[in-house]
């Protein structure tokens, strides 16, 4: 019996042996690799038109009509496009593409993958991405007179509505703007999917390299474009990102020489490695702000612009920055944040108790008031704990005369209760979809986009008109002045306190040089070098 | 009751937890307080279009519509799509699950092939100075947090000293052998890939030690105590009495009837290792069904989240099932009932 098994599973196991075909070794080795330690367990698509976790191998894989050249977010450049026209009223778009554009497929790219990029968003089912594109008006109704070939090298895009035009641009440089190959993505399209299950984890683009794989939970690796003709062939010929959540894990790898670049760094641990000859620290200011939100119904108190400008000059923003964020972020008071056209380095508020209290008194709330405070568990922006810096604004706030109950949610909760109305404060932040200054303006001071300034329930009209006016510009002086008057009047009145402005930190192998990165694009692989 | 009637007793036993553990999970994941169609798009994203996709995901249809539309599927095999990344939560389990029985597989044996030995040199200088460090080393297993032992070993094995390969299931400049069972170790053996095999199993050193540790400590203590009670039996005595030498004593006569309760907790933990392995799969970056619950959880992936319970509670009921059946082989005495 036991002799029986043991045959059976001897040949069993040469069967399969003699099934499954031979291994292929990697076909480039650690000098022609960048392995760089992220926590990737959010991902869920690298589909273009579909992803919103992890956007930096997608800017890799794909080309855009226009681009932001790394490390400067204000302009776009063209890059699919040789050149582009916009209208007088800035709704109407012409771009003309470049010749000979190759996808990896070796299809040529023209002006029909532009026009199927532009379906796909509208029309794929539960996209998370999508209202980048809708909120232009475009949907999929629309979306064939909106979006033209009008000939096989020129688009032309006619907006239904008035849009910001430095909006709409930026957009195009976006992740969602990588245009597809639509021949390849077509020959995968699965029950009316458009080809979103394929692309979650395959690629169709024009960029510098192409997705190699794609191991849920386990790494993300790029490999070359061999037919990549939009600039030449990067020298970095391997990136992967291992999928390692904890903190000192990724640290150990750095510290073995497993990975050159570790992303999700603690401030303690940035701060340990800056003594350390054998690595650096590359630091950028993140497109984002952690806040603290006020709604003016809920508390009575609120009502009044006066206590609001109380909880502003009752915080400690020196105390936050460099105690509780050990220089892991920059002093930040206005809605547009470092990086973007229209930031103003202006710092109008500091810790003062006393005018604080004359505030309060002023607002008739001279004996304080009560609100609770919603937290979320876990970290705040900049990888502080979200209950210290709770912690930290509760005293603040305490010797000013307003007591704080904390009431801290798992972030899923949180976010049910502001987004229903239903906060009295919340302690939260808002991090960059595309880099214009209207992706800040609006959500904090037009409430008739039913974002933040609506969940507070501020509803001031000349704000949303200001937000409004300086987003159908283009970058000019004209349109940093209204930012400048929107950024006076929001600290003036608006129902938040801005807190600080996270940055972006990776310990870096000195053996990689040339490490260009935003907080858009992420790292430059074509110019990064490795020795 | 002959074997058959009492598993097919057991059987149907075990299809009504199933229902039960649904009907449970399926009620507690709707009254969170949380929308899952803002944890899935992201905050960022406008109240129209979280209506439109609730509207997609069939979640504004009434609860137990909704239920009765799972159950349907469940009966026909499907356990839904997960909201999170589109994919049928079949085609995940199938990804994550060979991951975590591997892991659990290995710690369980980790902790038999260290437990059970630990236990008898244990039991057989009670109160001596083995018997004093296996305690040590039991007690640690027990009460030391797993995410400790683990960030402790690898920042000693594999960071300082380098003898231990870091996390993950592969070095990244080992290809991974072609998807046979998805356990990686047992791929790269059935594919005859020995670099990745070796690679393979020097990254499951760690992971399974950890992951097994508090087994073990269990393992150790239970043998011992139970190896204990029975080298008192009469039958040990005559087995002496009859001249059968001392290892023969406890190899045969004593540990085979000791093993009983070992068996029942090995059985029983080996469901926990499998459900419990989310820290240990976190920090060894071990792309398993833990950290894939827990994705869900905070996704409030509901069709995910409902059929991990379900894989996890068929597990349990599987090893249960198996313990009873072993326990019967191994003590004659004991009827199916």
Sequence with gaps: MRRGVAIGLALFLIGVWAAVPGRSAPAYGPQQTVVIAEDISSVVSLDPQVGYEFLIPVHNVYSNLVQFPTGNLTQVRPQLAQSYEVSKDARTYTFHLRHGVKFASGNTLSADDVVYTFERVVNIPKDPASWLITQMGIDAKNVDQVVKATDP??????????????????????????????????????????????????????????????????????????????????????????????????????????????????????AALRKESKYYVAQIPDLGMEYLGMDVKNVPAFAKPQARQAVRWA???????????????????????????????????????????????????????????????????????????????????????????????????????????????????????????????????????????WRLQYYSDPAAKLADDAGSMENTPQRAALYKRLNDMMGQDGPFAILYQPMISYGVSAHIHNMVFDAVNGPDFERMTKQ | MSLFRFLARRTGLAIFVLFGVTVITFALSHVVPADPVVAYLGDHAPPDLVEKVRHELGLDRPLPVQFVIYLDGLLHGNLGISVMDSRPVTQDLA?????????????????????????????????????????????????????????????????????????????????????????????????????????????????????????TGIITRMTRSSLLEVMRQDYVRTARAKGVVERRVVLRHALRNALLPTVTVIGLTYGSLLSGAVLTETIFSWPGIGRYATNSVTNIDIPAVLGVTLVIAFIYSVANLVVDVLYAYLDPQIRYT
């Design chain 1, 315 to 453: 915080i400690d923003y020196d105390g936050i920055v460099k105690s509780l964020l050990a220089g892991n972020a920059l002093p930040l008071q206005g809605v547009i944040p470092k990086g973007l056209f229209g930031y103003i380095s202006d710092l109008p508020f500091h810790r003062d108790v006393a005018k604080a209290k004359a505030l309060l008194q002023e607002a008739g709330f001279g004996s304080g008031f009560t609100a609770d405070l919603l937290v979320s568990t876990g970290s705040a922006a900049g990888g502080v704990s979200a209950a210290d810096l709770a912690a930290k604004i509760k005293n603040d706030l305490g010797a000013a005369g307003i007591t704080v109950n904390i009431r801290q949610v798992a972030a899923d909760e949180l976010y049910k209760t502001y987004r229903g109305q239903q906060s009295q404060m919340v302690l939260a932040n808002w991090f960059v979809d595309y880099p214009d200054p209207d992706d800040f303006a609006k959500p904090f001071a037009d409430y008739t986009q039913k974002s933040l300034a």
């Design chain 1, 153 to 270: 090298y020129t688009v032309v895009i006619a907006l239904p509505k008035p849009f910001s035009p430095g909006a709409f641009l930026s957009i195009m440089a976006n992740a969602v703007g990588g245009i597809v190959d639509s021949k390849t993505v077509k020959s995968h399209v699965q029950n009316n999917d458009w080809g979103s299950g394929w692309l979650a984890d395959h690629s169709a683009g024009s960029g510098p390299y192409q997705l190699a794989r794609w191991e849920r939970q386990v790494a993300i690796e790029l490999t070359p474009n061999p037919n990549y003709n939009l600039g030449p062939a990067p020298g970095i010929k391997r990136i992967v990102w291992p999928n390692i959540m904890e903190n000192t894990v990724q640290r150990d790898a750095l510290g073995r020489g497993d990975v050159d670049i570790a992303v999700n760094l603690s401030a303690a641990q940035i």
């Design chain 2, 95 to 215: 990804q994550y699950l060979p991951a975590t029985v591997e892991l659990s597989t290995a710690a369980m044996l980790v902790a038999i092939a260290i437990g059970i030995p630990t236990g008898i040199v244990s039991a057989l200088h009670k109160d001596g100075w083995p018997d004093q460090l296996a305690r040590v080393f039991a007690l640690g297993g027990a009460s030391l947090p797993v995410f400790y032992v683990a960030l402790l070993l690898l920042g000693l094995l594999y960071s300082r000293l380098g003898v231990l390969p870091g996390p993950g299931q592969l070095s990244l400049f080992t290809s991974p052998p072609p998807v046979i069972t998805g356990m990686v170790a047992v791929d790269a053996l059935l594919s005859g890939d020995w670099p990745a095999l070796g690679d393979a199993l020097r990254h499951l050193v760690l992971p399974a030690f950890v992951l097994g540790y508090y087994s």
